[in-house]
């Protein structure tokens, strides 16, 4: 990811507090069947080898927020993290 804003780190207990955007952040078809992609694949890793990544993504005042986490499901809409905390898809940027 090629930013020069700052990027504020999180935990999944603090993520309930935040509002997101009803915007996608992502503007291309290439680039979100990317994210899909990526997605997909820290769910597959979560599951099997209880791997975390990183997960970028922006909020509804535009800040860049990341999490280090384990990703255990996804929704046609939602990245799914431990205790049903939820990541809007269209508000994620890049996950690795």
């Known amino acids: 990811?090629?930013?020069?804003?700052?990027?504020?780190?999180?935990?999944k207990e603090?993520?309930?507090a935040l509002k997101f955007s009803n915007e996608d952040v992502i503007k291309t078809r290439q680039e979100k069947e990317l994210r899909l992609y990526s997605i997909n694949r820290a769910m597959r890793l979560g599951n099997v080898v209880k791997?975390?990544?990183?997960?970028?993504?922006?909020?509804?005042?535009?800040?860049?927020?990341?999490?280090?986490?384990?990703?255990w499901g996804v929704t046609k809409n939602d990245v799914i993290l431990k205790k049903g905390v939820t990541i809007p898809i269209k508000s994620i940027i890049q996950v690795d």
């Open 51 to 71: 791997n975390k990544v990183h997960i970028y993504f922006k909020d509804s005042r535009n800040r860049i927020i990341f999490i280090y986490t384990t990703v």
């Open 1 to 11: 990811m090629d930013t020069l804003e700052k990027i504020y780190p999180t935990k």
């Open 14 to 16: 603090f993520l309930y």
